[in-house]
């Protein structure tokens, strides 16, 4: 096996991801296990400066981000997105094999046993692959309203148009699911500090297994966040700002949620009543 010099940034819960680092020399593993026996054997397994073991925030993202914080000025050229258990969970032995070593911005998902009903949307299944690794869902927010519950945003449009000015609002939101790609640095250093630590205050306000519901939508945007032009919104760029802005996001997603468990709202708008706008008048 040809071992790459692409930079392995492994996100890892309860495994002893030897299966990934054997593809590299170089690796952090930033491990949030909770069974001694895992965090045991990682510590047999790898010297001290390639594990950093960190809270367990219930999901992936927040670890990049924070690499991307503390490394700003000296990252690799070259960095694989990485979840400890990728290899089987998002994609098969024999992708990864093709495209461990890939120099260039990469979607690493693929899901064979879901092909039959992804090659196609249809009303059933709004969702299909655009090619091997672009899956593409239909701009719904459905998973907003799952068992993940949220805080400050709960539709994806209004995320989208919160962080970047004037930009597409999708019909479809293609992503990797799971957020694994092998991205440049130049990719990261297009967004400052701030527009990342601003990222994971808001997937970090409950740091649990039932992680807040707006990691879902950064995860629909990280083809944005290092693939896209579009020039981002003044707060993004100024913490003590941005908290501000998400005391207004906060006002606005409870009146949302206070008009929608009226009873007779259909009623109500024909009689004049009109549903709150989110931010209406600043965004």
């Given at each position: 096996m040809k071992k790459t010099d692409i930079f392995f940034l492994i996100h890892n819960y309860n495994t002893v991801p030897t299966n990934l680092t054997e593809y590299c020399d170089n690796f952090?593993?930033?491990d949030s296990s909770d069974d001694e026996e895992v965090k045991r054997k990682l510590d047999e397994t790898y010297p001290a400066d390639k594990i950093m073991h960190i809270e367990n925030t219930g999901h992936n993202l927040t670890s990049y981000f924070d690499y991307f914080i503390r490394h700003y000025d000296n990252l690799p050229e070259y960095i694989a997105l990485?979840?400890?258990?990728?290899?089987?969970?998002?994609?098969?032995?024999?992708?990864?094999?093709?495209?461990?070593?890939?120099?260039?911005?990469?979607?690493l998902y693929e899901e064979k046993n879901m092909?039959?009903?992804?090659e196609k949307a249809s009303e059933e299944c709004p969702a299909f692959l655009l090619d091997e690794t672009h899956f593409a869902e239909f701009n719904s927010s459905w998973y907003m309203r799952q068992s993940h519950s949220y805080r400050y945003f709960y539709d994806l449009d209004d995320f989208i148009r919160f962080?970047?000015?004037?930009?597409?609002?999708?019909?479809?939101?293609?992503?990797?699911?799971g957020g694994c790609y092998i991205i440049?640095?130049?990719?990261?250093?297009?967004?400052?500090?701030?527009?990342?630590k601003n990222l994971?205050?808001?997937?970090?306000?409950?740091?649990?297994?039932?992680?807040?519901?707006?990691?879902?939508?950064?995860?629909?945007?990280?083809?944005?966040?290092?693939g896209s032009n579009y020039k981002t919104r003044s707060?993004?760029?100024?913490?003590?700002?941005?908290?501000?802005?998400?005391?207004?996001?906060?006002e606005s997603t409870k009146a949302h949620d206070a008009w929608n468990?009226?009873?007779?709202?259909r009623v109500k708008m024909w009689l004049g009543a009109k549903p709150p706008v989110f931010l209406e008048g600043i965004l």
């Open positions: 952090l593993i930033m990485l979840k400890g258990n990728i290899i089987g969970r998002h994609v098969s032995q024999e992708f990864f094999d093709r495209a461990y070593d890939n120099h260039f911005f990469t979607f092909r039959a009903k992804y962080v970047y000015e004037e930009a597409v609002i999708p019909k479809y939101a293609t992503f990797a699911p440049s640095k130049h990719q990261v250093l297009k967004n400052s500090v701030t527009f990342y994971n205050t808001l997937m970090e306000y409950r740091k649990e297994y039932n992680f807040p519901a707006e990691a879902y939508l950064v995860e629909r945007i990280m083809p944005y966040i290092f707060w993004m760029e100024d913490e003590a700002e941005f908290a501000r802005m998400l005391e207004k996001c906060e468990s009226q009873h007779l709202k």
